[in-house]
């Protein structure tokens, strides 16, 4: 299983009422970037952590590259500090 396609089970997982919203999408030459927040409901361990029940939310931004139209590298960066005050 692609890492990506791990990552997304892990999340769906753990949040099973996953939403991402997409705030800004920008496509240039082989790159695509998104800003997005996450939300959900905790009901399943997630990195370590035991399912709390409480609702989270988090930004995130995912750089894509591209080639003949497949992901061929992909980067993440996440604020994710203030999830579990």
Known sequence: MA???RSYT???TAFPDLKVSVFNLVAEN?????????EGTQKDLFMGIPPTG???EW?????WRLVDSKIVETWAIRDQLDVWE
């Open 10 to 12: 892990m999340l769906r």
């Open 3 to 5: 890492v990506m396609e």
């Open 30 to 38: 082989d790159k695509v970037v998104a800003r997005l927040l996450v």
């Open 59 to 63: 930004e995130a931004m995912r750089i």
């Open 54 to 56: 409480n609702k989270v």
